[in-house]
């Protein structure tokens, strides 16, 4: 990869990626006290989602979601590109929520290791909501797709390690 390519792969992963990532990683911040399946198990007698998805978590991730969706638009001058970065924020969110349904039901408990499932969960449905959205052609290259997946599990890996030494989360993963 030349240094033009990778400095417009960088350019895109950022204005298509930050706000999600933003979004997905603000409820760590917040030790919320209100569970959003409010303790209901589903009909497998397992929770829904369990203790860790809060209300004020969500919150705080769209809160999170529409300040990074401001801040890109404004720095790539394109207030089109506030309704798709919100939209893909509210996925990511979504996605993290369907991973934690995942675990529940695979008898994960709050915290246990689900390699890619934790890493990828928030990426690949805003992903999805990027091409189901049509209108963005950097989505139709494969390649920007999978690098994009790939980068974002390592930095997901790398943000987590960070969370944990700064005693954020009790777990590195």
Do not use: C
């Amino acid at each position: 990869m030349s240094l033009v390519e990778l400095s417009a792969f960088l350019e895109n992963f950022i204005k298509f990626y930050g706000a999600p990532m933003i979004a997905n990683a603000m409820p760590v911040l917040i030790n919320g006290s209100k569970p959003i399946d409010g303790g209901r198990l589903w009909i497998d007698g397992k929770r829904v989602f369990g203790d860790g998805k809060t209300w004020e978590g969500l919150t705080t991730g769209l809160l999170g979601g529409y300040m990074a969706s401001l801040a890109l638009s404004t720095y790539f001058n394109s207030t089109s590109l506030i309704p798709v970065l919100l939209t893909a924020s509210a996925a990511a969110l979504l996605g993290d929520l369907t991973g934690s349904f995942i675990k529940r039901r695979l008898g994960l408990r709050r915290g246990d290791p689900a390699p890619l499932l934790d890493q990828l969960d928030f990426a690949l449905f805003a992903t999805l909501t990027h091409l189901a959205l049509g209108n963005l052609s950097i989505f139709n290259d494969l390649s920007f797709i999978a690098l994009s997946l790939a980068a974002i599990a390592l930095l997901h890996i790398a943000t987590n390690y960070i969370a944990y030494t700064l005693k954020l989360k009790n777990r590195p993963w």
